[in-house]
């Protein structure tokens, strides 16, 4: 079993900055690729960005590339967000998550443990 607590949402102007943290519980963090998505009002959920279990590899959404970089620290058990020139389209609740799968990280079926979600609010 593993638990997905996410932290550092907040309230942001458009062009502002933003790290998201996600801290998972256990000693098998390493075995997990890890994954961010986002959920905004009356949307479905969409995939935001993913990193391998190493750190080596990462992926992104084609609307958050170049402005958002995903990474880990497997010693603190931690995967983050960096949210960069944040606009009013990316508010929305951020999930992190956990896979034991090698690919097809885009796709949320196949996520295994899942956080509670961190709201991310950017004004314009």
């Known amino acids: 079993q593993v638990q997905l607590v996410e932290s550092g949402g907040g309230l942001v102007q458009a062009g502002g900055s933003l790290r998201l943290s996600c801290a998972a519980s256990?000693?098998?963090?390493?075995?997990?690729?890890m994954g961010w998505f986002r959920q905004a009002p009356g949307k479905e959920r969409e995939f935001v960005a993913a990193?391998?279990?190493?750190?080596?590899?990462?992926y992104y959404a084609n609307s958050v590339k170049g402005r958002f970089t995903i990474s880990r620290d497997n010693a603190k058990n931690t995967v983050y967000l960096q949210m960069n020139s944040l606009k009013p389209e990316d508010t929305a609740v951020y999930y992190c998550?956990?896979?034991?799968?090698?690919?097809?990280?885009?796709?949320?079926?196949?996520?295994?443990?899942w956080g509670q979600g961190t709201q991310v609010t950017v004004s314009s």
């Open positions: 998550a956990a896979t034991r799968r090698d690919s097809n990280y885009g796709h949320r079926g196949i996520y295994d443990y």
């Open positions: 256990g000693r098998t963090f390493s075995s997990f690729a």
């Open positions: 990193i391998t279990r190493g750190g080596v590899g990462t």
